[in-house]
């Protein structure tokens, strides 16, 4: 994996702004189609906020794989984009866009770096992010409560509370379920919002389910020991030695939104091809907008698809929009 120092300058065909799933996708689609490629994210690891938050949860809705962790996503994508040598630069943060005249675009880091490329695609994920918390668990941030779960042993034979009726919350207590002494989920709603397979897994499972609840206090001295919960029938007090606070997040583009972009509800918008407003600039995954868009992992990789395979395009007039295929060359030979 190559990196460049701070304050140097570096070019590529094409600059990835965001090393999580869809950016490393988009950096081997690049090297596919004979483009170099750079990746620039303010984490000092690929892998984005699946692999900064999530790197033990499990996945089940990437093609291909019937489960698999985001640690060993991020690290099977990093690996097949590792033939085509693209460069990183980890823990830098992507500043400003100015266009270039010889090259197309350069990108300027808080660092005082640039990169200058062809095209650029953005795969900043969902931004800057803040989680969402209640007021009660903030005093116990660090001694107890936490947004993710970066290492499953560490709450072995624990009681742990998760607060939350998204995916996540299903997903970390199913996780969480065979390794600590007790697991409880706390939504304030009668449903969750939560694919309906993790769903029915949870409610199959040994953990404890309270709907139409919510945590109110948290008790402890040093750290966490219990929390009380309000719920229709009155209030209770459940141990637990961890709080999964799994309550989704605050977005904002961050610098993005200065970057003369059209946004749409905090989203760029684009086109069928990825393409923003500004030429050779396209954007995918959880930071691109369009009508019906399903924000999938999955989805993502198809838009890193098209948007590089577009700027291929743009960048080479007269090379084909679907990407060449060894069969393609040897009947190329035979004719």
Same mark, same amino acid.
């Given at each position: 994996m190559k990196t =460049?120092?701070?304050?140097?300058?570096?070019?590529?065909?094409?600059?990835?702004? !965001? $090393?999580?799933?869809?950016?490393?996708?988009?950096?081997?689609?690049?090297?596919?189609? !004979?483009?170099?490629?750079?990746?620039?994210?303010?984490?000092?690891?690929?892998?984005?906020?699946? $692999?900064?938050?999530?790197?033990?949860?499990?996945?089940?809705?990437?093609?291909?794989?019937?489960?698999?962790?985001?640690?060993?996503?991020?690290?099977?994508?990093?690996?097949?984009?590792?033939?085509? $040598?693209?460069?990183?630069?980890?823990?830098?943060?992507?500043?400003?866009? =100015?266009?270039?005249?010889?090259?197309?675009?350069?990108?300027?880091?808080?660092? !005082?770096?640039?990169?200058?490329?062809?095209?650029?695609?953005?795969?900043?994920?969902?931004?800057?992010?803040?989680?969402? =918390?209640?007021?009660?668990?903030?005093?116990?941030?660090?001694?107890?409560?936490?947004?993710?779960?970066?290492?499953?042993?560490?709450?072995?034979?624990?009681?742990?509370?998760?607060?939350?009726? !998204?995916?996540?919350?299903?997903?970390?207590?199913?996780?969480?379920?065979?390794?600590?002494r007790s697991v409880t989920v706390v939504h304030r709603r009668p449903s969750f919002r939560a694919h309906e397979h993790g769903v029915r897994r949870m409610y199959a499972s040994d953990v404890r389910v309270l709907t139409d609840a919510q945590v109110t206090a948290c008790e402890g001295v040093d750290r966490l020991e219990a929390v009380r919960v309000r719920t229709g029938g009155g209030e209770l007090t459940l141990p637990a030695r961890a709080v999964v606070a799994a309550l989704g997040f605050i977005t904002h583009p961050g610098p993005l939104a200065d970057w003369g972009l059209r946004l749409e509800n905090r989203q760029i918008a684009v086109d069928r091809a990825m393409r923003t407003n500004l030429p050779r600039v396209y954007a995918v995954g959880d930071i691109c907008g369009y009508e019906g868009r399903v924000p999938l992992i999955s989805v993502g990789f198809g838009e890193a698809a098209t948007a590089v395979n577009h700027a291929a395009v743009e960048l080479r007039p007269g090379s084909r929009l679907a990407p060449e295929h060894s069969t393609d060359r040897e009947a190329a030979l035979l004719s």
């Open positions: =460049t120092l701070t304050g140097a300058e570096t070019s590529a065909d094409v600059a990835v702004v !965001g $090393a999580g799933p869809a950016g490393l996708y988009a950096a081997y689609c690049a090297g596919f189609r !004979g483009l170099s490629s750079v990746l620039v994210d303010a984490l000092p690891e690929p892998g984005g906020q699946l $692999a900064a938050l999530y790197p033990e949860k499990t996945i089940h809705d990437v093609a291909g794989h019937v489960a698999v962790r985001g640690r060993e996503l991020t690290d099977e994508l990093v690996a097949q984009a590792a033939p085509f $040598a693209p460069r990183y630069l980890l823990g830098r943060t992507a500043a400003s866009l =100015t266009p270039d005249g010889r090259s197309g675009w350069v990108i300027g880091l808080e660092d !005082g770096g640039r990169v200058r490329a062809g095209a650029v695609v953005i795969a900043a994920g969902l931004g800057r992010s803040t989680p969402r =918390t209640l007021p009660c668990l903030r005093p116990y941030e660090g001694r107890g409560v936490a947004y993710h779960v970066p290492r499953l042993e560490a709450h072995r034979d624990r009681d742990v509370v998760v607060v939350g009726g !998204g995916d996540s919350a299903v997903d970390w207590a199913l996780a969480l379920a065979p390794i600590a």
